[in-house]
């Protein structure tokens, strides 16, 4: 491939294959520049291979399972529902499979070279490639950095045996009979939520004074109460100590306040974060590539890095650790290389829990809009006025719409509820169109739907509900 060990020219190089690489390496390659992006592992990223798209196809056959084993209240009883864990595995896994692939291909159909392997900094302009087999080198006019990031590990909880990261979590060989998770924020309740409805008795350990910090509490007390009525164990304001493991269990050590507690289970969960995969080998530092404290990549408004030609996105720079977000960077970083007047823009960067009731949010709540200086103005609707909602016995949650009360514009909306992460995406298109209250009450939702809420909950900021009374 190689002849002596001169470059190799490429337009772009991208390093890393996930969300955000991809997407970046695609739309790269579809503006006319010639791209190799470069993944250690498989095709996908944490998001599709050990994140996002396994723990929801969890998460689905956990609902499954539920509503096989209590459907009650629709009049239905099932006797004796089991669940095949290997099965559930398997569909997972499947899964899995099925959209890495499907990624692979559009690189390929895109005629994006993949190499299976790491990189490493030469210089600014080269970078060499490697795996077992070879270690080309290449000279790159731009390059994007994709290179995401990895569960937080706490000196006090190294992973290993029976303490586990979100990784391990995804692929136990059997149903738990007890779980303790360290860290109520989203990955942690949507796993142990997950585990909850196969029948594992599960302990939340959660250093605030509320599970879920990144909502509005009156959207995580309702998947609190919902956690609760599973029997499930919920400490906040606690400091995990310790953990003491045996080849059975583990027992964790814990304070809150001047008291200390114990609990056994047979594996302990760890979610406190993710750190950002910029202290590897990647040689950073040769290049001097500026970064933040916390080993964040310092990126203008285009993903541009100090460097001129070298972008970075997704969890490797400030902001919050979604794989949409990171998406929505490669296409701008790719379209800034091109010369497309593209930068990011927030805002409307939607955030989701699937937790149950599910939750979500995009721009602002109403705390965030008043300290931006917006005479606010907010219409909050219930799932539980709602016939479709009713229908699917989901009646619990609301949808909150936030505005600006002098010229209505809608700024911001919460809502927790069944089908809470599809529903989200019209606020954030009204946001990112400067629609305002009147527009969506305006626009005809169809009959029976969830969407519903959404336009019931314009009108009663508006002030003329119908299917409410605000005196």
């Given at each position: 491939?190689?002849?002596?060990?001169?470059?190799?020219?490429?337009?772009?190089?991208?390093?890393?294959?996930?969300?955000?690489?991809?997407?970046?390496?695609?739309?790269?390659?579809?503006?006319?520049?010639?791209?190799?992006?470069?993944?250690?592992?498989?095709?996908?990223?944490?998001?599709?291979?050990?994140?996002?798209?396994?723990?929801?196809?969890?998460?689905?056959?956990?609902?499954?399972?539920?509503?096989?084993?209590?459907?009650?209240?629709?009049?239905?009883?099932?006797?004796?529902?089991?669940?095949?864990?290997?099965?559930?595995?398997?569909?997972?896994?499947?899964?899995?499979?099925?959209?890495?692939?499907?990624?692979?291909?559009?690189?390929?159909?895109?005629?994006?070279?993949?190499?299976?392997?790491e990189v490493m900094f030469i210089n600014q302009n080269e970078a060499?490639?490697?795996?077992?087999?070879?270690?080309?080198?290449?000279?790159?006019?731009?390059?994007?950095?994709?290179?995401g990031s990895r569960p937080i590990e706490l000196k006090a909880f190294?992973?290993?045996?029976?303490?586990?990261?979100?990784?391990?979590?995804?692929?136990?060989?059997?149903?738990?009979?007890?779980?303790?998770?360290?860290?109520?924020?989203?990955?942690?309740?949507?796993?142990?939520?997950?585990?909850?409805?196969?029948?594992?008795?599960?302990?939340?350990?959660?250093?605030?004074?509320?599970?879920?910090?990144?909502?509005?509490?009156?959207?995580?007390?309702?998947?609190?109460?919902?956690?609760?009525?599973?029997?499930?164990?919920?400490?906040?304001?606690?400091?995990?100590?310790?953990?003491?493991?045996?080849?059975?269990?583990?027992?964790?050590?814990?304070?809150?306040?001047?008291?200390?507690?114990?609990?056994?289970?047979?594996?302990?969960?760890?979610?406190?974060?993710?750190?950002?995969?910029?202290?590897?080998?990647?040689?950073?530092?040769?290049?001097?590539?500026?970064?933040?404290?916390?080993?964040?990549?310092?990126?203008?408004?285009?993903?541009?890095?100090?460097?001129?030609?070298?972008?970075?996105?997704?969890?490797?720079?400030?902001?919050?650790?979604?794989?949409?977000?990171?998406?929505?960077?490669?296409?701008?970083?790719?379209?800034?290389?091109?010369?497309?007047?593209?930068?990011?823009?927030?805002?409307?960067?939607?955030?989701?829990?699937?937790?149950?009731?599910?939750?979500?949010?995009?721009?602002?709540?109403?705390?965030?809009?008043?300290?931006?200086?917006?005479?606010?103005?907010?219409?909050?609707?219930?799932?539980?006025?709602?016939?479709?909602?009713?229908?699917?016995?989901?009646?619990?949650?609301?949808?909150?719409?936030?505005s600006d009360a002098d010229n209505g514009l809608v700024l911001g909306?919460?809502?927790?509820?069944?089908?809470?992460?599809?529903?989200?995406?019209?606020?954030?298109?009204?946001?990112?169109?400067?629609?305002?209250?009147?527009?969506?009450?305006?626009?005809?939702?169809?009959?029976?739907?969830?969407?519903?809420?959404?336009?019931?909950?314009?009108?009663?900021?508006?002030?003329?509900?119908?299917?409410?009374?605000?005196?």
């Open positions: 491939m190689v002849v002596g060990d001169a470059s190799l020219d490429i337009d772009t190089l991208v390093i890393g294959a996930g969300p955000g690489g991809y997407v970046a390496a695609i739309r790269a390659a579809q503006l006319g520049q010639s791209v190799l992006c470069v993944d250690k592992a498989t095709v996908g990223g944490v998001c599709l291979n050990v994140g996002c798209i396994p723990s929801k196809a969890l998460i689905s056959a956990a609902h499954q399972y539920e509503a096989a084993s209590h459907g009650e209240a629709f009049g239905i009883t099932v006797g004796d529902v089991k669940v095949d864990w290997s099965k559930v595995q398997e569909f997972k896994n499947g899964v899995t499979k099925k959209l890495t692939g499907g990624v692979a291909s559009l690189l390929k159909a895109n005629k994006v070279e993949y190499f299976n392997g060499r490639v490697f795996n077992d087999q070879e270690a080309p080198r290449y000279r790159f006019k731009n390059c994007i950095i994709a290179t190294p992973y290993g045996g029976r303490i586990l990261s979100s990784t391990e979590a995804l692929s136990l060989p059997e149903i738990p009979k007890s779980l303790v998770v360290i860290g109520g924020g989203y990955i942690g309740i949507e796993l142990g939520q997950m585990y909850s409805k196969f029948g594992t008795k599960v302990t939340i350990v959660e250093g605030s004074d509320a599970i879920m910090p990144g909502f509005d509490k009156d959207m995580s007390n309702l998947v609190a109460k919902k956690l609760k009525a599973k029997d499930v164990t919920i400490v906040t304001g606690a400091q995990a100590k310790s953990a003491a493991q045996t080849a059975d269990n583990v027992t964790v050590t814990y304070a809150v306040g001047d008291k200390e507690e114990t609990v056994t289970a047979d594996y302990l969960l760890v979610t406190v974060g993710r750190r950002p995969n910029t202290d590897g080998e990647l040689g950073l530092d040769l290049i001097n590539v500026e970064m933040t404290d916390r080993g964040l990549i310092k990126v203008d408004h285009q993903g541009r890095t100090n460097i001129p030609h070298i972008f970075a996105i997704g969890d490797i720079v400030p902001g919050a650790a979604l794989a949409h977000k990171a998406m929505y960077e490669g296409r701008v970083a790719a379209e800034a290389i091109s010369g497309l007047p593209s930068v990011v823009d927030y805002k409307c960067i939607p955030a989701v829990a699937f937790s149950d009731p599910e939750c979500a949010s995009v721009g602002y709540s109403e705390k965030e809009a008043k300290e931006k200086g917006h005479n606010v103005k907010a219409g909050k609707f219930p799932f539980a006025a709602n016939g479709r909602a009713l229908s699917l016995n989901g009646a619990e949650g609301f949808v909150k719409i936030v909306a919460q809502i927790v509820g069944i089908e809470a992460s599809n529903m989200i995406a019209e606020i954030g298109l009204a946001i990112e169109m400067g629609a305002t209250l009147e527009d969506i009450a305006l626009t005809i939702h169809a009959h029976p739907t969830l969407g519903e809420i959404v336009l019931d909950a314009a009108e009663v900021a508006l002030g003329h509900p119908i299917h409410t009374f605000v005196k």
